[in-house]
């Protein structure tokens, strides 16, 4: 069977249906995984993508052929999965999600006990060398449904009775947040205005990456129309969100990080906070100054979750819009991050754009994305070009000086080369984005 190496990334499996991912490389990964966790049983979900229950299917004759059990929980989102194994002490577990990637993108996420990821490249040659033989004796499939004690899991983050009445906007981009949402908010004092609650996964709404500007339209308008306190909006499995403040303005996710970081701080001074190399320097300024330990991590979410674990973090962030709790099996959750939001809200007077207000003390650009045919050469003009600033390499190139930084690194997941810059002034941005931009595009 020809396998496309390309949908083995660095955290999952991820490619376009069915021309990069077939429900025979499915049913490969399903036997490889199986295999590779050793668990004797295993717990499936899937989101609401339309070519999720044909590559369910196929996953799940893979794993039962290779003689092991399945625990099949439905459409449900991500941390269901990571509720799964960390809290209820499921042996493992794989998630058919495609995260906030386009309608014909589908994957796997997958993860083992003591909640250990297997990256899609750690998968690979074991999908490549499969014996023929599978088990002479088949697993069994059982289906449980887990929403109870998921709710109170997720619930178990607030103090519920102390939740104030607000008017909130959600968007569910027709993704699984428009099944959970309504169990999740049902004894909360909320006036939830719905949007894009049915599930669909032709995403007809918008794209469901909420970080795009034409995702986050829609809420927007809409939390200025129905006066609201503030918005929120979903990707299609829920590990990612952006929040939408009482003016209609949406918050960078590193802010968020920052709303976050101070409820966490107020609850457990000195806990270490997790953050990544291209998060605004202000992210570690106030964890610092509200006497918490500012932990810097390469970006990608696995690596800000292991980096918590390993140094005792009660949470981490990144600009990706992942959040992940140490008491979380040190694992993302939107709903866990949502629920935060409110209760912050609750503990203080002021609306959501007064409190990230003191938050903006640099200007900082859009993470910038180049095609470039040889991208370590370039980062080794850029470290030649500003070696009078302070260098790290972390991820990438960081470097740093009096007024302004920035970093280029090689994206985990795409073939470009990313610049990341901040400054302390808006012009001095715009001057020194235009000239990275030109260094890097040269010829």
Excluded at 218 to 239: L, N, S, W
Excluded at 355 to 362: C, D, E, G, H, R
């Amino acid at each position: 069977m020809p396998i496309n190496e390309s949908i083995f990334k660095s955290y999952d499996i991820r490619g376009i249906y069915p021309s990069e991912l077939n429900e025979d490389v499915a049913y490969a990964i399903g036997r490889a995984f199986a295999r590779r966790s050793g668990a004797k049983k295993i717990t499936v979900a899937s989101d609401a993508r339309v070519s999720g229950p044909a590559l369910k299917k196929a996953l799940v004759r893979g794993i039962t052929d290779e003689g092991v059990d399945v625990k099949d929980i439905g459409l449900m989102p991500i941390d269901a999965i990571y509720f799964s194994v960390g809290k209820l002490g499921d042996e493992a577990g794989i998630m058919i999600t495609a995260s906030h990637n386009p309608k014909e993108y589908n994957g796997f996420k997958m993860v083992v006990k003591n909640m250990e990821w297997i990256r899609g490249v750690e998968l690979l040659d074991e999908v490549k060398n499969l014996p023929a033989e599978v088990s002479q004796e088949n697993g069994k499939i059982e289906e449980e449904d887990i929403i109870a004690p998921y709710i109170n899991h997720v619930l178990s983050f607030i103090d519920v009775d102390k939740i104030e009445p607000f008017k909130v906007v959600v968007d569910a981009g027709n993704g699984i947040a428009g099944k959970i949402i309504p169990i999740l908010t049902e004894g909360l004092p909320l006036n939830v205005i719905p949007l894009n609650f049915k599930l669909d996964g032709n995403f007809p709404a918008h794209p469901s990456n909420p970080l795009l500007p034409e995702s986050q339209k829609e809420v927007c308008e809409t939390v200025v129309r129905e006066k609201a306190d503030f918005g929120v909006i979903f990707d299609g499995d829920t590990d990612r969100l952006i929040f939408v403040d009482e003016k209609g303005n949406s918050i960078p996710a590193d802010m968020t990080l920052l709303l976050l970081a101070k409820l966490f701080l107020e609850r457990e001074p000195c806990a270490g906070i997790v953050y990544n190399v291209i998060c605004s320097k202000a992210v570690p300024e106030f964890i610092k100054e509200w006497g918490g330990r500012a932990l810097r991590a390469k970006v990608g979410f696995i690596n800000l979750m292991i980096m918590m674990k390993e140094e005792s973090g009660i949470m981490s962030g990144e600009l990706s819009s992942h959040y992940a709790f140490r008491d979380n099996c040190y694992a993302d959750s939107g709903f866990i991050t949502f629920l935060l939001v409110l209760q912050l809200l609750s503990n203080h007077e002021l609306p959501l754009s007064e409190i990230v207000k003191p938050f903006f003390k640099y200007f900082k650009a859009a993470e910038a994305n180049f095609k470039v045919a040889d991208k370590a050469a370039i980062i080794e003009r850029i470290k030649q070009k500003y070696s009078d600033g302070q260098q790290d390499f972390l991820d990438g190139i960081t470097v740093e000086y009096k007024d302004w930084w920035f970093n280029v690194r090689l994206s985990n997941t795409e073939p470009l080369l990313r610049l990341t810059v901040e400054a302390d002034t808006k012009e001095l941005l715009e001057e020194k984005q235009k000239e990275l931009t030109k260094f890097i595009t040269e010829k």
